[in-house]
């Protein structure tokens, strides 16, 4: 991880895209993004949010609300400083949507295609947008977890039924070519979660250089128990969710080790490893991160309202009796997502560099106040490195099937996971490609990159 120093400071252009901007977290981030940018960035510098919905109906709401909070932030700043400045700080802020829906590989190309076609350079992507899965509760399980382990219950919840063997739609229509049907099987939440945006960043990677960011959002619930290698994709699961979360924290964690690259170059689009490179390897392909939100109120468990009140109400109370997992509120949620686009390499990067690669989470205090965590990732531990001491302000899993710090074997059998998966999404991104077309990249390459 020894590349040049981190040049977004001296950007005049910042070019963020957040997926699943509409609702809950996804839009959180985008207000978080840009408050902190506005008052920790350069007045020179411009902050350019691409911010992605299902539809053009849902855009344009997504736009009137995000421009409602900047007039509120810039209402704030007014009231701290001299007035006038919110018409300085208006202009660093551009705002545009784009449309994406992850469980239809066609409109994922159609997006790439747009951005390639513009060559502009991206500083972070979000891949924030996700589905849960779920048909509803197990009312029963869930009263006994309540009941007999709180804290548990409101921060890994196994009560929630899931839509076994949800598939999405066929990705291409008509009958053209006869050889490319039936269509391999492609699990929803799996799409949702972590496929479609994997496709995106394969074909956005031109528009990336080793100082971009690739930010995935997992969860704490990305447990080893709820994924099974020999299907990756959670047809078969019950808690398809919780998989797909393990399945990118498994990716994301092995990204950078040598037993990867033979998956991650193709990935990232780049040659193959050339002794005569003048140019650290790791400083060509963008850099990926893990976070968390911690648990946060959004619609993701599409409760009536009724539940959903009650739902906060659980997770207040684990917050007061303790638990440091419940920011609750999405803009608190969206804390480490924020610094994973915005910190200065010297907290992210070099952080990464010196203690491991690792997973930044949202947590809080009883008062609430959050902050960004390392939180251990079970088999992998804080920083993939057993030697390395656990980074202060770290914060253990407290699940209740937690096996235990990791080990050698842990480690071993981590990254031998990591390797597997790695190997199975290319083989299915070229089997889709294949089907889908690829995305003529070579044109757009050299612009700004
Ligand atoms: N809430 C939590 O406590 C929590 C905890 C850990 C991780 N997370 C993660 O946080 C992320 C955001 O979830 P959330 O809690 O904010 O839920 P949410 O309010 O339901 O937001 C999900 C977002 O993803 C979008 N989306 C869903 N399916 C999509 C698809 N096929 N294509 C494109 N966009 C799609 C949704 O758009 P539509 O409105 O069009 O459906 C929505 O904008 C997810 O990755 C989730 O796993 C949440």
Not at 276 to 290: D, H, L
Not at 299 to 328: E, Q
Not at 416 to 430: D, K, S, T
Request: aromatic residues 10%.
């Amino acid at each position: 991880m020894d590349v040049e120093p981190h040049v977004l400071e001296e950007k005049t252009t910042v070019t963020v895209l957040v997926t699943g901007a509409n609702s809950g977290l996804g839009f959180a981030i985008c207000c978080r993004l840009i408050d902190e940018f506005l008052f920790t960035r350069p007045q020179s510098q411009t902050l350019h949010l691409l911010y992605s919905t299902r539809d053009a109906k849902k855009g344009e709401d997504t736009l009137k609300r995000l421009n409602a909070h900047l007039q509120n932030t810039l209402r704030r700043a007014n009231g701290k400083a001299a007035v006038g400045i919110s018409l300085l700080l208006e202009a660093r802020i551009k705002l545009e949507g784009v449309l994406v829906d992850l469980t239809k590989l066609l409109t994922v190309k159609t997006l790439a295609k747009q951005l390639l076609a513009r060559g502009q350079h991206l500083d972070a992507v979000v891949w924030n947008a996700g589905v849960a899965g779920w048909t509803g509760i197990n009312w029963l399980k869930a009263a006994w977890e309540i009941l007999t382990r709180f804290s548990q219950a409101t921060t890994y919840p196994h009560f929630m039924g899931c839509d076994v063997g949800a598939l999405t739609k066929r990705q291409v229509g008509g009958y053209g070519n006869v050889h490319m049907f039936p269509e391999p099987r492609l699990g929803q939440v799996f799409c949702a979660n972590v496929f479609g945006h994997y496709m995106l960043t394969h074909w956005l990677s031109p528009l990336m250089d080793g100082e971009s960011r690739v930010v995935w959002i997992s969860s704490l619930s990305a447990t080893p128990d709820l994924f099974n290698l020999e299907d990756i994709q959670a047809i078969e699961a019950e808690m398809a969710y919780e998989s797909s979360k393990r399945l990118t924290d498994l990716l994301v964690m092995t990204a950078e080790l040598p037993s990867t690259q033979t998956y991650t170059r193709p990935f990232f689009n780049q040659p193959p490893a050339r002794a005569t490179s003048t140019k650290p390897e790791s400083a060509r392909a963008p850099q990926m991160y893990i976070t968390h939100p911690g648990v946060v109120a959004t619609s993701i468990a599409d409760l009536d309202t009724f539940l959903a009140f009650g739902m906060i109400a659980f997770m207040y109370i684990a917050r007061w009796i303790g638990s440091p997992w419940h920011p609750i509120t999405p803009y608190k949620g969206a804390v480490s997502a924020a610094f994973a686009v915005l910190a200065p390499p010297s907290q992210l990067f070099d952080l990464e560099a010196r203690e491991g690669k690792g997973k930044w989470g949202s947590a809080a205090d009883v008062f609430g106040d959050e902050r960004v965590v390392r939180t251990e990732i079970e088999g992998w531990g804080f920083g993939g490195d057993l030697g390395s001491p656990v980074p202060s302000g770290s914060i253990a899993s407290k699940r209740s099937e937690y096996r235990g710090p990791a080990t050698k074997e842990s480690r071993e059998e981590f990254e031998e996971a990591g390797r597997r998966c790695w190997r199975e999404m290319e083989e299915l991104r070229v089997e889709w490609e294949k089907r889908l077309g690829r995305v003529e990249i070579d044109a757009c390459a050299s612009a700004d990159v």
